[in-house]
């Protein structure tokens, strides 16, 4: 029986040119990932999933490195919280407020980083609108507490943010608080490292020979305006970038420790920590002479440390993360910022004591101010720390008188 064959040479002449090949390998393998995109992407809007236990709300900022979405409300939700998040037209974790102050009418700016933020709890649980709240029933009428706050800032995107986006609101305080943070969140160098493999966009000064601040913009982000819009717009695109954070692999640690707590360290030598100091010691002196310029009173208040409310502290340190450092010494970081405030003579005063005795009067335990599984504080923290404030206020008479309008 006889078949039909084809020769060899025949054959190879068939075939397609490599390069005709080649595109079409890589049009059919463009298909199958768009393919596989578009079902991911309905399957996360179907499915419960897609419902968001949380949903973007911040983005890159060419001036600040990050900043919050205007006009959004979304949920967020990590391990043991639930919440919405509501910014305002102007981009920020607040209600919504005028430009021009009212006339009487008396603004306190409340900026910082995360804390502030407050977007663990629901929006009428923050430290700001808490604050307003105490004092609407104590009489004063005609106080706003603005929430200037925004995650992962240092006191660098404070100063900035002050300059272009808060004193445009006319305040007449300036409470700038302090997180442990903050002095790494101020350094080109060990910023970077504590993200590791990551990206973090921030705008640093570093110093020149002479010891003076040099501005260093934030870098642009690459494909900002196709990224921009995936993040907005894609459900997979959102949960596929959250996945890649997650992926947390530091390349560098403080003595087997996150690179914050350098801050603690009572190591002197140390020439990035060294820098870092210099830096946040000459930013907020610089911060203290925009705002008083402006004719407000500027007041730099350090938040609560860890190791005050916690008796406990050392043995969770420990156990998170083994033997501790002889360098590690928290209360190095207080010391310093009172060096600062001193040295630059800025006013500088902690809520620390009312912390420590509302923990003992109502004799709280673990995890006391915060959550369970977050550092950030709850909405009880929230409200203790509100009431801090006010208390700080009236202490020093920062406040005008209730009722009363100011001139």
Request: aromatic share 12%; with cysteine.
């Amino acid at each position: 029986m006889e078949t039909d064959t084809i020769p060899s040479s025949a054959s190879q002449e068939m075939r397609l040119p490599w390069h005709k090949r080649l595109l079409f390998g890589l049009a059919y393998a463009l298909f199958m990932v768009v393919t596989l995109a578009l079902l991911g992407e309905v399957a996360l809007r179907v499915l419960p999933l897609g419902k968001f236990r949380s949903a973007p709300f911040r983005q890159y900022d060419s001036q600040l490195g990050v900043s919050l979405i205007p006009d959004m409300k979304v949920t967020h939700s990590r391990g043991c919280f639930t919440g919405e998040v509501e910014t305002n037209r102007w981009g920020f974790r607040d209600r919504d407020r005028i430009l021009e102050k009212p006339a009487g009418g008396f603004r306190i700016a409340l900026v910082g980083d995360s804390v502030v933020e407050g977007v663990h709890v629901n929006p009428d649980q923050v430290m700001n609108i808490e604050m307003e709240k105490l004092l609407q029933q104590q009489g004063y009428r005609n106080v706003e507490v603005m929430n200037f706050g925004i995650e992962g800032i240092g006191t660098t995107q404070e100063l900035i943010m002050y300059k272009e986006r808060i004193r445009q609101f006319h305040p007449d305080l300036v409470l700038l608080t302090v997180s442990d943070n903050d002095v790494m969140n101020n350094s080109s160098t060990l910023q970077p490292k504590s993200y590791g493999i990551h990206t973090w966009y921030c705008p640093y000064y570093n110093l020149d020979s002479n010891g003076q601040l040099v501005f260093q913009p934030v870098q642009s982000r690459p494909l900002n305006g196709l990224v921009t819009f995936l993040e907005r717009h894609s459900y997979l695109a959102y949960y596929v970038e959250r996945v890649w954070y997650r992926a947390d692999l530091p390349l560098y640690k403080w003595y087997g420790m996150p690179v914050y707590f350098g801050s603690y360290s009572d190591d002197p030598l140390d020439p990035e920590w060294q820098q870092a100091w210099m830096v946040t010691d000459k930013v907020m002196g610089r911060m203290r002479d925009t705002v008083e310029a402006d004719g407000a009173r500027f007041v730099v208040v350090p938040w609560t440390n860890f190791t005050d409310i916690d008796p406990d502290w050392r043995q969770r340190l420990t156990k998170q993360f083994g033997p501790l450092p002889e360098k590690l010494a928290p209360a190095k970081l207080d010391q310093r910022l009172q060096q600062i405030a001193d040295r630059q003579k800025i006013t500088m005063e902690f809520i620390t004591p009312y912390m420590q005795a509302y923990r003992d009067q109502h004799q709280l335990q673990w995890p006391y101010f915060s959550l369970t599984c977050d550092p950030h504080f709850s909405a009880m923290g929230h409200q203790v720390a509100a009431s801090a404030m006010i208390d700080l206020l009236q202490r020093h008479q920062w406040l005008p008188a209730p009722g009363a309008s100011v001139h």
